[in-house]
């Protein structure tokens, strides 16, 4: 069913907006994917802060023609769906690689960092990078480490010295 003017006009607004606020989008053919195996990802996707949406591809290309975005909607036959990252970079990455490796079907087509097009072959490169948390976390580790490692040597001095003023106690008493 032709959407009227006035939901195109509408629909171009959403995707041109969403465009301008993700931090990461992968566009994807889902042209054979079981409806459960959809709502799965997209359960996924949204609790990771994304969102996962079907648009036109000629409304797209509009979007994309406004904004400067290189790729070819001619090149493909198939259903068109964006997977959008609003919080995080990786973790929406890591969750469409999951479900991809579990259903055939879906097709990786490109995507976007920000306004930089990502290949198929980038994109798998971020899927294998870790989060932002993970990240974080190892950062931290690595910052707080001397500092253990210091305590650590200096509580061992102190254990020894404790150790040998209770075997001096020992021999008195014997």
């Given at each position: 069913?032709?959407l009227?003017?006035?939901?195109?006009?509408?629909q171009?607004?959403?995707l041109?907006r969403?465009?301008?606020?993700?931090k990461i989008v992968?566009?994807?053919?889902?042209?054979?994917?079981?409806?459960?195996?959809?709502?799965?990802?997209?359960k996924?996707?949204?609790?990771?802060?994304?969102?996962?949406?079907?648009?036109?591809?000629?409304?797209?290309?509009?979007?994309?023609?406004?904004?400067?975005?290189?790729?070819?909607?001619?090149?493909?036959?198939?259903?068109l769906?964006?997977?959008?990252?609003?919080q995080?970079?990786?973790?929406p990455l890591?969750?469409?690689?999951?479900i991809?490796?579990?259903?055939?079907?879906?097709?990786?087509?490109?995507g976007?960092?920000?306004?930089?097009?990502?290949?198929?072959?980038?994109i798998?490169?971020?899927?294998?990078?870790?989060?932002?948390?993970?990240?974080?976390?190892?950062?931290?580790?690595?910052?707080?480490?001397?500092?253990l490692g210091?305590?650590?040597?200096?509580?061992?001095?102190?254990?020894?010295?404790?150790?040998?003023?209770?075997?001096?106690?020992?021999?008195k008493?014997?």
């Amino acid at each position: 069913m032709p959407l009227s003017k006035e939901k195109k006009k509408l629909q171009i607004e959403e995707l041109e907006r969403k465009m301008k606020e993700q931090k990461i989008v992968l566009l994807f053919d889902f042209a054979k994917v079981k409806t459960e195996k959809m709502n799965l990802l997209r359960k996924k996707i949204k609790e990771l802060g994304g969102e996962i949406k079907v648009f036109k591809k000629t409304l797209a290309k509009i979007v994309f023609k406004k904004l400067n975005l290189p790729f070819d909607f001619d090149s493909f036959k198939g259903q068109l769906a964006f997977l959008f990252g609003f919080q995080d970079e990786i973790l929406p990455l890591k969750a469409f690689g999951q479900i991809e490796k579990e259903e055939e079907n879906i097709k990786i087509l490109g995507g976007f960092l920000k306004t930089d097009f990502l290949s198929i072959e980038k994109i798998k490169e971020l899927e294998n990078l870790p989060s932002k948390s993970e990240t974080l976390g190892r950062l931290v580790f690595a910052l707080s480490w001397p500092i253990l490692g210091l305590r650590k040597v200096l509580s061992g001095n102190l254990e020894k010295f404790v150790f040998v003023l209770s075997q001096i106690k020992v021999k008195k008493e014997q």
